[in-house]
Each structure stands twice: as C-alpha cells, then as structure tokens.
C-alpha cells in the first residue's frame, strides 16, 4: 500500500536500500522519501531493520545496496558534511554524568567547533526549550529519566540540525515525561525542525508522525498518515468482546456476518465494524452473552497487528 504525503523539499531519498550482515539480510529493499518539516515515523517489531535503517541514516552504517541521499549529499563520500546537519538521539542516553547539564551542552557545541559565545547563547535557549533552565548548574547524574531525555534532546540540537533522528525517544518513561516530550517534539517540527523516529508506542507514532513506514522482516509491510492507515487497514470502530470461559466464545463461523471482519484471540473476540454499537446489537441477538463488551476507535495498533501479526518476536 503506498499513501502520497504532501509534496515538499525530500531531504532524505531511499532507493532499493540493502543492509547484509553475511547471510543475514536486515533492510532488504526498501524506498521511502522524508520531507522538510515533517514527522517520519519508523514502526516495526524487534528485528524489522528499523534500528539499522537508522544507522545507515546516522552515516555510521554503510548500505549494501540502493541509493541513499540526505540532504542532497551521498553518505559514502559526504559523511562528515552531513553529521554536521543532523542531530542524533539514541536509544540510550550517552550524557557525561559527571558533569553539569550546562557542561553537556557546552562540550557537545565544541563538537562542531562552535565559537563558546555562540555555544554559550544556545545552551541559554535550549535548556528553556527543555524546561531545564533551573537545573542548568546540577551534576547529571541526579536527574530524573525524563529531565535526561530532554537533555540529550537539547544536546542533539546545538549544532541547529536540518535534521533530527531519534531511536526509541520515550522509551522507560512515566506517562507525564512522555507527554512532555511529546509537546517539545512538536515545537520542534513547527520551527521547522524534520524528524525522524522509531518507536514501539503506537500512541506515540499517532500523536507526532505525520508519516509512517511499517516495517516488517526487513522490508515496508505498509506506509501512509496514521489516519490513511487505520482508514485503509481498519473500520472506523472495534468492539472487543471477553467471555469468561473459552467455551462459551463464539468461533468465527457464528460471527459470520457482524461487521466487516471477525478476529478471534485468546483473551478476547474483536469485531471490526463502521457502527460498533450496531455490531453489538447484533452480537446480542445471536445470543451471544459476553462478560465485558467496548465499543472504541480503531487504533494504529490494530493497523500495526494486522501487518506484522500477532506473533510475538524477541
């Protein structure tokens, strides 16, 4: 399934993109195009090449095969000139511990060999976009999993990057950090900031992609805005049904005909359906009595789960 976004400057451009590791093939063909000002999102399971499509973005990772270009530049022989316009985020925060917020942010600029009155202006601007201001002079280490988030955020942008890349960004955070940074990202892209991201959040990819690649086994199982996705893969609703023994679970065959697809799990019975409270109605007249009934929106999960299946990948 491939969903047109906007037509606008494509600052990176992918072609037939191939990373072998041996035998082992971890992208195996794929095409995709960010553009400026935009929230490319990259969901997958463990395993998918999500994390090495993200190197071979980074220039740490040379392509195997296919065509790569960022911001206009070749990675094989312009890694250097296009380091210089990214900013990185890692899954794992690599702050020095040992040293103030403010000194991460100063050591980093010197990275870009950024004179210190230029570094010392954006370290002022970047701690209040991180709402850190008032810890700027507090040793890292004490700081919460939140705060060090946003600090590696901030320090990924002294060197003002065209473009931002970010693996796994709320990973291990509380519910309040993640919205926090959910609402820095934002402000980020509104200035014009692109960005990339991988992530394992569903609720996350919704609220800030404008874009998405689902990959699976290495190559783009489906693409779209998550509003495309839902619309193309998904009814507009989905009831989920729990009966309290499996015997009493309707199979498939006696669901036939109750909205547009039947799913039968373990734990529960999902409906997809336009109108869910009709479908509901529906099952009620057959006799069926479940324990539990709910009635919601379909979800880019659902999307996700009926791409790469419901097997679970370590």
């Not at 890692?90 to 040992?98: A, C, G, I, N, R």
């Not at 705060?147 to 942008?157: E, N, S, V, Y």
């Not at 609402?183 to 609220?207: N, P």
């Not at 909205?259 to 529906?282: H, K, N």
Request: with cysteine; hydrophobic share 40%; proline share 4%.
């Amino acid at each position: 399934m491939g969903l047109s976004h906007e037509s606008a400057e494509v600052l990176v451009s992918a072609q037939g993109l191939v990373k072998r590791f041996g035998d082992f093939v971890a992208v195996d063909g794929i095409d995709f195009e960010v553009r400026r000002q935009e929230a490319f999102g990259f969901l997958g399971p463990n395993g998918a090449g999500k994390s090495t499509t993200m190197r071979m973005l980074g220039t740490v990772s040379t392509p195997t095969e296919g065509k790569l270009n960022i911001l206009g530049l070749d990675p094989t022989t312009d890694g250097p000139a296009i380091r210089s316009r990214l900013g990185v985020v890692p899954q794992e925060d690599s702050l020095d511990t040992e040293l103030t917020v403010r000194q991460n942010l100063s050591v980093y600029g010197r990275y870009f060999d950024l004179p210190r009155d230029v570094i010392k202006e954006r370290s002022a601007e970047l701690l209040d976009f991180a709402r850190l201001t008032d810890r700027a002079d507090d040793l890292v280490e004490p700081l919460s999993g939140g705060m060090k988030r946003r600090l590696t955020i901030a320090r990924a942008l002294i060197n003002r990057p065209d473009l931002l890349l970010l693996d796994e960004p709320t990973t291990g955070l509380d519910p309040q950090a993640r919205h926090l940074l959910w609402e820095r990202l934002y402000r980020l892209k509104q200035s014009g900031v692109s960005l990339i991201i991988t992530t394992h959040y569903m609720d996350e990819a919704e609220q800030l992609c404008d874009f998405l690649v689902v990959m699976d086994n290495g190559r783009i199982a489906a693409e779209g805005s998550p509003s495309d996705l839902i619309r193309y893969y998904c009814t507009r609703e989905v009831v989920e049904l729990r009966f309290g023994r499996q015997s009493s679970a309707p199979d498939e065959a006696k669901m036939s005909g109750i909205g547009d697809r039947v799913e039968i799990l373990p734990d529960r019975v999902l409906v997809f359906a336009d109108d869910g409270e009709s479908a509901l109605a529906a099952v009620s007249e057959r006799g069926f009595r479940p324990d539990s009934s709910l009635v919601r929106r379909a979800t880019l999960e659902d999307v996700f789960l009926r791409v790469t299946g419901r097997t679970l990948v370590d």
